[in-house]
């Protein structure tokens, strides 16, 4: 069984996420959606309210499930059986940066390769962080992001402005 492993931070998840997840489920047996826990990283979302915003968005994926890991991912890899990493890239800065984090993912477990898969054009400029940014001020999010995780910053920032 092919098990392909696709870490992230995913605060929020956007719809370049659940291309990536979409389009990966249709390459392997099963896809493992890692939440990285990262407790030197501030997130607007926790971990679980990560966890459970995916899960809605991949629900009707019947070969994919999510998890949540503090560690190395290289270290979830080898834990479920996987000798795939999946990376989403945007552009050449991304193809830099996930090249170079490859080689260290490939020297601390040698069994394990990282597979880039582009986005799909129309999701080139959707970053997380600019996401968080337009959403903090009422900007239009709709074509970033699914409806439940527009809600959810909506929520988020509401709540934080009151």
């Known amino acids: 069984m092919a098990v392909a492993v696709f870490p992230g931070t995913f605060d929020p998840p956007t719809y370049g996420h659940l291309n990536i997840i979409k389009r990966a489920s249709s390459l ?4 493992d959606v ?3 826990i990262n407790p030197d990283k501030k997130t607007l979302f926790t971990d679980d309210e ?3 915003l995916l899960e809605k968005l991949t ?10 890991w503090t560690g190395l991912v290289v270290d979830y890899c080898k834990k479920a059986g996987s000798k795939v990493l999946l990376r989403g890239i945007r552009n050449s800065l991304d193809f830099s940066y996930e090249f170079d984090l490859s080689l260290v993912n490939h020297s601390l477990n040698s069994e394990v390769e ?3 898969l582009p986005t799909e054009q129309k999701y080139f ?6 996401i968080k940014e337009l959403a903090r001020f009422n ?3 709709s074509e970033m992001v699914p409806e439940c995780v527009e809600k959810a910053l909506r929520e988020k920032y509401n709540s934080k402005n009151q």
């Open 125 to 130: 400029l959707i970053r997380s962080s600019s």
């Open 59 to 68: 629900a009707s994926i019947p070969n994919v499930s999510v998890h949540k």
């Open 50 to 52: 990560r966890v459970e």
């Open 139 to 141: 900007g239009d999010i």
């Open 34 to 36: 890692v939440v990285s």
């Open 114 to 116: 990282t597979l880039f």
């Open 28 to 31: 392997f047996d099963r896809i």
